[in-house]
Structures are given as structure tokens and as C-alpha cells.
């Protein structure tokens, strides 16, 4: 009993109401630890998760950029492709008719022209009065030289060749996507 008549004097009640608060306060400080690791934990999860999203965004971004760039090289390609089909053709048709141009000049400058046939040639026909040999002059008059037709011709077929390969290359379109 003496020892429970100490603790009843002021000083005894004040050194117990004083390690009451303490462990009062304790407890609310564990308390409060607790609560603050399980937000802890919890910002750290939100955290994670928000890096994981950042990082696969950032993925997908990739993927994207990749697939539109392996996208625009397969672009890139096809309208190459084309229009190489298209320079070869109109290559290969231009050098064919101007071949033909030239071949065809070239038959002609080689055949005999009617005053060149002979005594022989003249046997044959009927001779024509003289105003029908000056009307053929006169028509003859209009013509071109030889060199100069071929010349037009030539460049009427390197315009045509022009512009048949203009048109087919306004028809590839290059924002076509296969």
C-alpha cells in the first residue's frame, strides 16, 4: 500500500498522466505511420502504374512512327516503281516510232522518184502534157525538204511522247496507300 500512496501524490499523478499522454500519443503515432506507409504504398503503385502507361505510350509511339515510315518506304517504292514502268514504256514507244520515222524517210529518200524510172517506165504510161508535169511542180514546191520534214516529224514525235508520258504520270499517285 505504501507503494500505491507514492504514486497517489501529486508527483505520482502528474508522472502517470504524463506517461498516459505519451503512450497515448504512441499509439496515434503508430497509428498515423501505418496510414502514411499504406498511402506510401499506394502513391508508389499509382506511380508505377503511370510509368508503365507513360512507357508503353511511348512504345505505341514508336510502333506508329515505324509503321508509317515502313509505310511511306513501301509508298516511296511503289510510285518509283511506276513511274520507272512508265519512263521505260514511253522510252521503248518514243525510240520505236522515231525509228520507224527515220526508217520510213530514209525508204523514201532511197526510192526512185517517176523522172528517175527510164525508157521503160515511160513505155508503159501514157505521157502527160506539160501543165500536168508544172501542176506537179508547183505541189512539189509546197513541200518540205526531206531533212527538215524528217526533222518535224521527229520533234512531233518527241512532243507526243512528251506529253502521252506527262499524263501518265499525273495518273500515279503518290498519297496512295496499298
Known sequence: MIGLLRILNPQGMAGLAAAMILATLLVMQKVET??????GAR????????????AKTVADFAAAA?????DDRANVARVAAAQQTINRSSLDDFEARLAAT??????????PSPSDRGPAGRAEMSSLSAAAGGTDEAAGQDRLPAEDALTASEQAIQLDALINWIRAQS?????RRD
Do not use: G, S
Open 34 to 39: 501505418r496510414h502514411f506507409r499504406k498511402e
Open 43 to 54: 502513391f508508389e503503385r499509382l506511380y508505377r502504374d503511370a510509368e508503365l502507361q507513360r
Open 66 to 70: 515505324e509503321t508509317a515510315r515502313a
Open 102 to 111: 527515220r526508217a520510213r524517210a530514209q525508204r523514201l529518200r532511197q526510192a
Open 171 to 175: 495518273r500515279v499517285d503518290p498519297d
